[in-house]
Each structure stands twice: as C-alpha cells, then as structure tokens.
C-alpha cells in the first residue's frame, strides 16, 4: 500500500534528501519551476479558461450537440476520478491497495486531467496535509492571515497563485515510494504525452463521427478546452474555497469544511471536512445524504478483486471525531 503522509513523514525524516535526484530516478518537473514552464502554465490556465467563459454565450447563440456534450462529460469524469481516487485517495493516502493493472490505469486516467506530472501532485498534496492551513503549506487560503483583505489574496493564492511559486515541493522527501516505482515514474515523466492525448481525443472521436473539421472542432472546444477549465477550477476550489467555508461537522486540525455544492462536479471530494478529519479513509460523504462517486467506485473495484485492503470509514471513528468537534464548539 502506499504509505500516507504521516507515515512519509517519519520514513524521509531519517534521512536526508539529495539536493538533486539520480538520473534513473528522475521526474518531470523538479524542485526549481523555470520561467519557460511558467509560461506554459499561464497558457493552460488561460486558453481553457478563455474558452470556458465563450461557452455560455456560445451555447445560448448556437447550441452545444449532443456528441459535444457527451465527449465534455466522458472525458470530464475520466479525469475526475482518476484525480479524486487515483492521485488523491490511492498514491497520495493509500486508502486501498491496487492490483498493478488498476494501478498503472489510475496514473494514466488522472494525468488525462491536465494537473500536473502524477509525482508532483502526490508529493505536493502529502506536504499540504503535513502542514495544513499552517506556515509550510503550499496552497492555504489563511497564508495571508483571517481579515477580509487577507482572505481574498488568499483565496486567489490557494486557488491558482500557488501553482506559480517558484520553489517546489521535494518530490524525494514527499513522494519516495512513488519516485522508486519505475512505471509511475515513467507516465509521471511523460506527462506531456498524456496532456497530448487528452486534448486530442475528443477531437479526434468528433472529427471521425462527424467526418468533418467543423466536428473535430467544436468537439475540442466542448471535450478539450471547455472539459479542461471546469476540472482545473473545481479541483482548484477544493484548495480554495473548501478551506475557507463550510460545515465542520468532524474534528481537524485546520479550516477544511464540507461544500455540498461541489460533491457531484469534485466527485465527492468537497465532502473535505472528514477528509482532514481521517485522510486515509476511501469515503469522503459519510453522512447520510452525502454523495461520493468516488467512493461508490472503489466499491466496485473491490468487488471486482481489482482493489483490496479498503479503509472504509469505522463508525467509532466517526463518532469519535463528530464528539470532539462538538466538544471544541462547546
């Protein structure tokens, strides 16, 4: 299984991490971001970003097919999940163990997401759990203190600023059992390949259905571009917006609450509150009512023999956090 944070924590903490990695253990994007790769950052947050706000006059003037839609849709929960529980609840917490087939199939799903090389975002999100909404973590909204002022910069910090920062996480000292792993370092390395294939897929499937340019187009608008910039922004708002507001029901040790709003777009990762609370746990909705399409596929995966070793939420668990949390509100 991968090891959680904590557990990372003590593994890299006894040993110093090497300024610069072997060439065999190499990933793409290292601990200094260049300003060559800032600026391809700026042009993936723009240019989708661009064509999300053309879609709504787009779609009231001219429609959207339903082939369009449809590739949006498709492509946007492939790139959901492989986010929520492949680089998220399996290589970041270690929330289940997978069969290697499942394994290399959740790195390749969550890299057609365009967010970032799969070592990157691990060690990165394993640095954020270690210090959350404290000094050290990459992306808190509070970094700049709790006046209104401070929390609008920092609500653009921990949305997309953030990703700018020029300094990187170690992805040596967070990511150690992920760097080893010669086949997720692998896609880890080629995730431009896969940003390539993700973009040009639905192109590629509107052009052949239509047999025309104008099919492969609008179909890049819709399934590429459109499909892009709403799982960058959704994604985004869970660092953001799920820090800031929200209902805590469970204990944690920082601001994460609960935005029902985002639970069907962020495939149950808004549910951020017991996720804090317990980060291993493969269900974020515990609670009555609280969808979690995540979760619902880890399931299946498990009752396929695909995915083993679950750590499905412990009702002791939850009743232990739900009494602290209202013990602190006392």
Not at 33 to 57: C, D, G, K, T, Y
Not at 153 to 169: I, P
Not at 187 to 193: A, G, H
Not at 253 to 264: I, Y
Request: with cysteine; glycine share 8%.
């Amino acid at each position: 299984m991968t090891p959680g944070p904590d557990v990372l924590e003590k593994d890299s903490s006894s040993r110093t991490a090497s300024p610069t990695a072997p060439a065999e253990l190499a990933t793409l994007g290292g601990e200094q971001r260049r300003s060559l790769e800032q600026v391809a950052l700026l042009a993936f947050i723009v240019l989708p970003f661009l064509a999300l706000l053309a879609a709504v006059p787009l779609a009231w003037g001219w429609g959207v097919s339903w082939l369009d839609l449809g590739l949006l849709v498709a492509m946007y929960y492939i790139g959901c999940h492989g986010i929520t529980i492949g680089f998220h609840r399996y290589f970041t917490h270690g929330s289940f163990k997978a069969k290697r087939p499942l394994r290399i199939a959740l790195a390749v799903m969550g890299s057609l997401a365009v967010e970032g090389p799969l070592v990157r975002w691990v060690a990165d999100h394993r640095k954020h759990h270690k210090f959350s909404d404290a000094e050290g973590d990459p992306h808190s909204p509070w970094r700049y203190g709790e006046t209104v002022p401070a929390l609008m910069k920092g609500l653009w910090w921990a949305h997309v600023g953030w990703m700018f920062d020029e300094e990187q996480t170690s992805q040596q000292k967070y990511a150690p059992d992920l760097v080893r792993d010669p086949a997720i370092r692998a896609i880890s390395r080629q995730f431009v390949l896969w940003t390539t294939v993700s973009l040009l897929l639905p192109p590629l499937i509107g052009g052949l259905a239509t047999w025309s340019w104008q099919g492969a187009l609008t179909a890049f608008f819709w399934g590429s571009l459109v499909r892009v910039a709403l799982l960058h922004h959704v994604t985004w708002s869970i660092n953001s917006i799920c820090h800031a507001v929200g209902k805590r029901p469970f204990k944690s040790r920082d601001k994460s609450g609960n935005v029902w709003w985002l639970a069907v777009l962020s495939c149950g990762e808004s549910w951020h509150n017991l996720h804090h609370a317990d980060p291993t746990c493969a269900r974020h909705g515990v609670l009555r009512g609280q969808l979690d399409s995540s979760a619902r596929i880890i399931r299946w995966f498990e009752q396929l023999g695909w995915a083993y070793d679950v750590r499905w939420p412990k009702r002791d668990r939850i009743d232990s956090r739900r009494q602290e949390r209202a013990a602190e509100a006392a």
